[in-house]
């Protein structure tokens, strides 16, 4: 049964940033997480990636800056997301210029690391 | 076994939330219990008591207030969420001056916090949709 208290926690995201607004709620899930004192990491899979473009620009579209709140996660204690090595390539990404430090892992990696946590939540 | 259920899709869109209160039925019936339910992003229209629908298809919101009524389980709508799809309960509708609540009062409007409680007290946490 479970036991209240410290869980850990791989947050999943797989939406590119501004197409629709499961980006935003799943970061703000990530946030909240970490404030509240929970054990966090974060996992950029597929066409989540796309987050992590440097020099985002959402001023015409009216909406947050992805890439600055992405940037204010050092704040809240998560220092390193763990990105999908094959969709970073895909995208060409260069993950040097993203707005968080990132670890790249293959999949094997990444099976190994999801199998490691209380709870995974998919975005 | 305790889980949780986090339900991201609309429930016109779809069949995720039918999906996630039929499983918490099933769970229930099987012996487990559910903690809490909670709605995100467009999820949070599964509250919605303003919809119609025609009459050979069901409403959306009648399996969740089943499952509150039969089984008393915790049905919590993201306020960030709620506000930006117009989901209100009288307070949050006084609080910005709207007409009227607009959710089912069997739901309740809450923070995020709630979700990483669910976490924090359940086995398991599910995802429907997204």
Redesign the interface.
Known sequence: MAQAGKKTVLIVLRHSPYGSSLAKASLDVALATAAFEQSVDLLFLGDGVLQLLPEQDSHSLGIKNFGRQLASLPLYDINCAYVDAEAAARYNLDLTKAPVETRVLDPKKMHQLMVGYDHLLGF | ??YSL?V?SSPISGQCSRSAADFAQCAIARGHSIHRVFF???GTMASSVNGVFPQDESDPVRPWVRLAEQHGVDLVI?I??AL?HGMLDQVEANRHERPGPTINSIFTIS???Q???A???????I?FG?
């Open positions: 076994m305790i986090l991201l995100l992003d467009a993201c960030s969420s930006k923070g995020l916090g979700l990483v409680d976490c924090a007290h359940s086995d398991r946490l995802t997204g």
